[in-house]
C-alpha cells in the first residue's frame, strides 16, 4: 500500500514533522481499513519505514500522539539508568506498541529492541540490562518534543 507522504524524494516533502505527521496518518488510516497485522505489510514505503525505525521514531512517536493523543512509550533503561532509550512508539489503548511497523505486543517490541539497548550498555559502567523495559517516554523527560507544531487531529482516533 502506498503512503500518501511517500514521494520520489524526501526534500520535496517539506519539514521532517510534516513528513511524521503524514507517515502518522497512513499507519492509522491502514489500521482502520484493516485488522491490526492482518497482512505483515508495513503502511509505509520501505524509505520511510526505516528513516522512522532506524532514527526518526520520536518525530513519528510525537506524529502519532498528537494524532490519536496515546502516550509515547520508549525501551530504554529506564529512569537514571546509563543508556535511556533506543526507541520509541506509542501505547494504544489494547496496550499494544505501535510504530512504523504496526502494532506490537509489549513483550514482543521488547524483545525486538532490548539487544539495542544491551548492545549500547554492555561495556558502560552502571549498566544493568534487568531494567531494560517499555517504559513512559517522559521519564526520559519526554515532553511535547515539537509543542510548536500542530495538526488536524483524526476525531475518530483521538482518546475521549
Known amino acids: 500500500m502506498r503512503s500518501p507522504c511517500d514521494a520520489d524524494s524526501f526534500e520535496r516533502q517539506g519539514d521532517r514533522y510534516a513528513l511524521a505527521l503524514s507517515a502518522a496518518h497512513a499507519i492509522l488510516a491502514a489500521r482502520t481499513a484493516s485488522p491490526p497485522n492482518a ?3 508495513s503502511a509505509l ?9 532506524e532514527g526518526e521514531c520520536d518525530l513519528l512517536s510525537d506524529a502519532l500522539h498528537e494524532v ?17 532509550w533506543v526507541h520509541a512508539g506509542v501505547r494504544m489503548p489494547s496496550g499494544d506498541i505501535l510504530d512504523a511497523r504496526g502494532a506490537h505486543g509489549p513483550l514482543t517490541w521488547l524483545d525486538d529492541w532490548a539487544p539495542f539497548v544491551d548492545a549500547y550498555g554492555e561495556d558502560l559502567e552502571g549498566y544493568d540490562a534487568e531494567i531494560v523495559e517499555v517504559y ?5 523527560g519526554w515532553r511535547g518534543r515539537w509543542p510548536h507544531l500542530t495538526s488536524d487531529a483524526i476525531p475518530e482516533y483521538r482518546a475521549s
Open 39 to 41: 497482512s505483515g505489510a
Open 136 to 140: 513512559s517516554a517522559e521519564i526520559y
Open 68 to 84: 490519536t493523543g496515546w502516550p509515547v512509550v520508549a525501551v530504554g533503561d529506564g529512569d537514571g539508568g546509563v543508556v535511556g
Open 45 to 53: 514505503s520501505p524509505e520511510l519505514e526505516e528513516r522512522f525505525t
